[in-house]
């Protein structure tokens, strides 16, 4: 109790926060990137799933299973509910879903992720602490 903060802790605390914002730089500063103001358009490629599997419905044998990736399972769940949340956002459907989209992988997702890392180097320290304690004993 009351030794602060340790830099350890503040590196692995700050690391992610850190390599995020570099990553998002990066990306941001190469010369191929563009922000997307529509969704591109594509023919059915018989081979592989293209944007036209997307915008159109997938035509392809799912190689993972249905419980994952129909429409009645994970991922149709999934859109499902983007869908339903981004209704409560907007009345327009597709900036409502896109939205809910960032609120949900852009906003919720990390900020759960790093409460939880958050956790993870906080418990860490406790640990550190118990064993040189228990080192320190006769
Ligand atoms: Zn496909």
């Not at 956790?119 to 118990?130: D, I, K, S, W, Y």
């Amino acid at each position: 109790m009351g030794q602060g903060i340790t830099l350890r802790r503040r590196v692995l605390l700050g690391a992610p926060v850190v390599l995020l914002l570099a990553i998002f730089v990066y990306v941001v500063a190469t010369p191929s990137f563009t922000l997307r103001t529509h969704l591109p358009v594509e023919a059915l490629n018989p081979l592989r799933c293209t944007w036209f599997c997307h915008n159109h419905g997938c035509p392809h044998m799912a190689k993972l299973p249905a419980w994952l990736t129909s429409d009645a399972g994970l991922f149709g769940q999934t859109i499902k509910a983007l869908y339903g949340l981004g209704a409560s956002i907007s009345k327009t459907r597709g900036i409502g879903y896109g939205l809910a989209n960032l609120l949900v992988y852009c906003v919720l997702w990390p900020t759960v992720t790093y409460a939880l890392w958050t956790v993870v180097v906080g418990q860490g320290a406790t640990l550190r602490r118990e064993r040189a304690k228990k080192g320190s004993r006769p």
